[in-house]
């Protein structure tokens, strides 16, 4: 059996926002450089599983480019109905059984990618379900919005495993779970 990572790879401002309260993500350009993906295209590189908030991918679809992970297994986790589609699966019931479900029938050791947003990423946290964290912090304080970490997660040790900063001064954390 493989042993597949479940990975929250996101952004957020220094006080913790993921996006304004009006959903606006354009503050999160302010860290863009030529020639600098912050390591996120070797990170998409080792995933063949996504998981994202309804909300989420609602977002991505008014970006107006091609879906960002066409070639990947996506799920989209939501309690309303939509129907599934060439690039997505909807799925509405118990997130610890769809990552078993993943882990089990996976052939590859690639990882899980928890693409957004704060409900679903806080939904796994509180199940301890996500194995490492990849924070990138922006420099900047947004004051109010849609906060990364709720309140109510349970108390849970992590590891750093590595801290890098950039000349644009985002700083990148990863962490794993104890």
Same mark, same amino acid.
């Given at each position: 059996?493989?042993?597949?990572?479940?990975?929250?790879?996101?952004?957020?401002?220094?006080? !913790? /926002?993921?996006?304004?309260?009006?959903?606006?993500?354009?503050? %999160?350009?302010?860290?863009?450089?030529?020639?600098?993906? *912050?390591?996120?295209?070797?990170?998409?590189?080792?995933?063949?599983?996504?998981?994202?908030?309804?909300?989420? /991918?609602?977002?991505?679809?008014?970006?107006?480019?091609?879906?960002?992970?066409?070639?990947?297994?996506? *799920? @989209?986790?939501?309690?309303?109905? *939509?129907?599934?589609?060439?690039?997505?699966?909807? *799925?509405?019931?118990?997130?610890?059984?769809?990552?078993?479900?993943?882990?089990?029938?996976?052939?590859?050791?690639?990882? @899980?990618?928890?693409? !957004? !947003?704060?409900?679903?990423?806080?939904?796994?946290?509180? %199940?301890?379900?996500?194995?490492?964290?990849?924070?990138?912090?922006?420099?900047?304080?947004?004051?109010?919005?849609?906060?990364?970490?709720?309140?109510?997660?349970?108390?849970?040790?992590?590891?750093?495993?590595?801290?890098?900063?950039?000349?644009?001064?985002?700083?990148?954390?990863? /962490?794993?779970?104890?």
């Amino acid at each position: 059996m493989f042993d597949k990572k479940v990975v929250l790879y996101i952004a957020m401002s220094l006080d !913790g /926002y993921i996006a304004k309260s009006d959903d606006d993500i354009s503050w %999160l350009s302010m860290v863009e450089e030529p020639n600098e993906d *912050y390591g996120y295209q070797a990170f998409v590189d080792s995933v063949d599983t996504v998981l994202m908030g309804r909300k989420t /991918y609602e977002k991505v679809l008014t970006f107006g480019i091609e879906f960002p992970h066409k070639n990947r297994k996506c *799920y @989209i986790i939501s309690n309303s109905k *939509y129907e599934n589609n060439e690039d997505v699966e909807f *799925y509405g019931g118990d997130l610890a059984d769809l990552i078993h479900t993943i882990k089990q029938n996976s052939n590859t050791n690639k990882s @899980i990618f928890v693409d !957004g !947003g704060a409900n679903l990423a806080h939904s796994l946290i509180s %199940l301890n379900l996500i194995d490492e964290f990849v924070i990138s912090i922006i420099p900047t304080f947004l004051g109010e919005g849609k906060k990364l970490f709720n309140t109510g997660i349970p108390e849970q040790q992590l590891e750093l495993l590595k801290s890098e900063s950039f000349s644009s001064g985002l700083v990148q954390l990863t /962490y794993k779970r104890k």
